[in-house]
């Protein structure tokens, strides 16, 4: 049963908790990165400083959207805080609810982007490679075919000195 069904053994603070469709649509674009960030970091609690590193919410803005979070019953602050490594204060922790890791299932689907292994990136890196090899010999093939246009083109007298000089240009620049 969903959290937006009646549900006999809910408590009254949990039946005070928006509906899933209401936080999806006023959940906006920090708050998705906040929730798709404890997805893609695989920790069960974050602090401050590592949520602001990897998301793009502003920092004066951050505290108020996990504030609002928590308010939905998606995330709850931790007891305890942790050093960051940055001096100053210890940052305040949070983490995911059971609630906040239903509504991602439901409402998120899959995280926004994926953490990839560095075997994955050179994996990449040879795929990209290789179409780039691919995309050189096309256009290689391509000013050989604009070169064969203009010259059986004007050996023919299909197509004018002008058009076949300007298929030669065209050769040339993929060169």
């Known amino acids: 049963m969903s959290p937006d069904q009646s ?11 928006p509906s899933f ?4 649509q006023s959940l906006g674009k920090p708050r998705k990165e906040l929730l798709t960030t404890f997805l893609e970091s695989g920790r069960s609690v974050m602090n401050t400083a590592q949520l602001r590193e990897h998301t793009t919410v502003a920092r004066g803005s951050t505290l108020h959207h996990l504030e609002k979070l928590v308010e939905w019953g998606l995330v709850v602050e931790e007891d305890g805080r942790e050093y ?8 305040r922790t949070w983490a995911l609810t059971d609630r906040g890791e239903q509504f991602c299932a439901d409402h998120l689907g899959a995280p926004l982007s994926e ?13 990209v490679t290789e179409a780039m090899e691919r995309v050189s010999e096309i256009e290689n093939d391509l000013a050989a075919v604009l070169e064969a246009v203009a010259d059986i083109g004007e050996s023919t007298g299909y197509i004018s000195n002008e058009t076949a000089t300007g298929l030669r240009k ?6």
Request: no cysteine.
């Open 84 to 91: 960051h490594g940055r001096g100053g204060r210890d940052a």
């Open 170 to 175: 065209k050769s040339q620049r993929r060169n």
């Open 7 to 17: 549900d006999p053994d809910t408590t009254s603070a949990e039946s005070d908790l």
């Open 21 to 24: 469709k209401t936080i999806s």
């Open 115 to 127: 953490f990839v292994s560095p075997e994955d990136v050179a994996e990449l890196n040879a795929e």
